[in-house]
């Protein structure tokens, strides 16, 4: 039983990695990789596969980076946004 919800992991981890390629918003495109790839990293580890494991991580760690200066980046603008216009510095 407790290779059957691997089994299920690993295929639903896979779905949407592959289902990621369609995306063309590249904030949901990240996203969905990035939970396919933990669902993958998850399954790889259980079966003990190195490079499985290695290489779901990386793109893992690399989504998650993007995904965070896609954050900041928002929140930067929303702040900048919030600034009253008198008070933003004029370009001469």
């Not at 989504?63 to 933003?88: E, G, H, I, T």
Request: aromatic share 14%; hydrophobic share 55%.
């Amino acid at each position: 039983m407790e290779n059957l919800i691997y089994d299920i992991i690993s295929w639903v981890g896979l779905t949407i990695c592959i289902g990621a390629f369609f995306i063309k918003d590249v904030f949901w495109l990240r996203l969905a990789t990035l939970i396919g790839c933990s669902l993958l990293f998850v399954y790889y580890s259980h079966i003990a596969i190195p490079q499985g494991v290695i290489s779901n991580l990386l793109v893992l760690l690399i989504n998650a980076y993007y995904l965070l200066r896609f954050a900041a980046a928002r929140k930067k603008a929303a702040s900048s946004d919030a600034v009253p216009a008198a008070l933003k510095p004029q370009a001469e």
